[in-house]
């Protein structure tokens, strides 16, 4: 077991655009999605977040980054970029916050940067919403896409790995439930 103070955590969000609707409307204009990628793991968790009009900046990022105060430990090393305000990640209580600019994303120490969750970002996630379909969307929605997404990346990039670690864990679940239920029976019978 990974020691928690020395999780490094690295934390990144992209804006999703949207173009007009046919009627000429726009439903929704942007969407932003967190990403957190835990390297000890290498397990990604995503949110998407559906910015409020009229907020300042501080005010928006503050919205992003308020779903990492829910399963994210405080002493994990949180990697990011200059764009997120570290001052914003020390009032929700993390510790240890390193910010890397643009430039140095690109560099040759990526332990120092947060360019595997950035790449993630823009890479996969923002390719699988075309900015047509994302006004079509409702948050919840999007929120089930990008939660399969992570589900399969941990699990299976292919749908027959990912069926076959699905019925693995229901197999592990029933076995424990089975167990469990021949335990309280089993005392019944004293």
Same mark, same amino acid.
């Given at each position: 077991m990974t020691n928690v103070s020395s999780r490094v955590l690295e934390i990144g969000f992209i804006r999703l655009h949207s173009n007009s609707t046919q009627d000429g409307t726009k439903r929704r204009e942007v969407l932003e999605v967190l990403g957190v990628l835990d390297r000890a793991t290498h397990s990604v968790r995503l949110r998407a977040i559906e910015p409020i009009p009229g907020t300042t900046r501080q005010e928006r990022i503050a919205r992003i980054l308020d779903p %990492?105060? @829910?399963? @994210?430990?405080?002493n994990c090393r949180i990697v990011t970029g200059i764009d997120v305000h570290r001052e914003t990640l020390l009032r929700l209580g993390f510790k240890s916050v390193?910010?890397?600019?643009?430039?140095?994303?690109n560099s040759a120490k990526p332990e120092s940067t947060n360019c595997l969750v950035m790449y993630y970002l823009t890479d996969v996630v923002a390719k699988i919403f075309q900015p047509d379909a994302i006004p079509y969307l409702s948050t919840p929605v999007i929120q089930q896409f990008l939660d399969e %997404?992570?589900?399969r990346e941990m699990v299976g990039h292919s749908s027959l790995t990912c069926f076959d670690a699905l019925l693995a864990r229901i197999s592990v679940q029933t076995q424990v439930s089975f167990s469990y239920l021949y335990f309280v029976i089993s005392r019944g019978k004293k």
């Open positions: %990492l105060t @829910v399963g @994210v430990n405080r390193d910010q890397c600019s643009s430039k140095i994303r %997404l992570s589900f």
